[in-house]
């Protein structure tokens, strides 16, 4: 069985400062781990994902994400937040599977 | 490019009624996945379709059915709605062949509300 973990269900970040959403997963197989961001009233859009090779993944808007085998995680990261990163944040995992496990999400509020 | 589209937006129900939301793939993919998103949750699985046939199942009755259409699209159809059932549906679009390192693209989604 698959599963992932956001430990925080919210997270809140000056503009300008760091951003970090937490993420850990369990599989039984080599893991395939999704971000997805989620506005209000929207759908998911894909922001980056780890499939194989280097451990820091580059994603759309400045987003990357750092995977940790020995720690089973996926943090997303961002270097430095805007008030227009404010959204939901998913973290999904996959394995030898079709379907995409999903965390609860976390709360992103980035104040100006 | 469109990407995914789902339709209707909203939609408002009553218990036992009947419902069918309807999706059409991004341009290109061939595989359908629908997810349920209730309030406060992360989205869950409900099934993939993949030429025209069921793949895949989550854990959901079979209240909860689907179809395939030669040009990928698909419906999802609910019967007996329940209060519960009451959540954002989701379609998301990928490319079956490669499976576990496809990204799922995802629609807008349609908002049902059951009274």
């Known amino acids: 069985a698959q599963s992932v973990a956001q430990p925080e269900d919210q997270v809140n970040v000056a503009e300008g400062n760091p951003l970090t959403v937490k993420c850990t997963y369990s599989?039984?197989?080599?893991?395939?781990l999704f971000w997805y961001v989620q506005y209000p009233n929207r759908g998911l859009q894909f922001l980056l994902k780890?499939?194989?090779?280097?451990?820091l993944v580059k994603g759309s808007y400045g987003f990357e994400a750092e995977f940790n085998k020995s720690q089973t995680s996926f943090h997303l990261k961002k270097p430095s937040a805007l008030v227009s990163d404010s959204a939901l944040y998913f973290c999904?995992?996959?394995?030898?599977?079709?379907?995409?496990?999903f965390g609860a999400g976390t709360t992103v509020t980035v104040r100006a | 490019d469109a990407g995914v589209t789902q339709s209707p937006t909203h939609l408002i129900k009553t218990r036992g009624q009947q419902v069918t939301l309807r999706c059409s793939p991004k341009?290109?993919?061939?595989?359908v996945s629908w997810y349920q998103q209730a309030l406060g949750q992360g989205p869950q699985f409900i099934f993939q379709?993949?030429?025209?046939?069921?793949?895949q199942r989550g854990n959901f009755p079979d209240r909860f059915s689907g179809h395939q259409f030669p040009n990928y699209s698909s419906e999802l159809n609910v019967n007996a709605l329940l209060l519960g059932d009451s959540a954002l549906y989701l379609c998301?679009?990928?490319?079956?062949?490669?499976?576990?390192?496809?990204?799922?693209?995802f629609g807008p989604g349609t908002r049902l509300l059951v009274l």
């Open positions: 599989v039984s197989g080599n893991p395939y």
């Open positions: 379709y993949y030429e025209e046939e069921e793949r």
């Open positions: 999904a995992v996959r394995d030898n599977d079709y379907k995409l496990s």
């Open positions: 998301a679009s990928s490319l079956g062949q490669a499976r576990y390192q496809e990204t799922q693209y």
């Open positions: 780890y499939i194989t090779g280097d451990n």
């Open positions: 341009s290109g993919h061939d595989t």
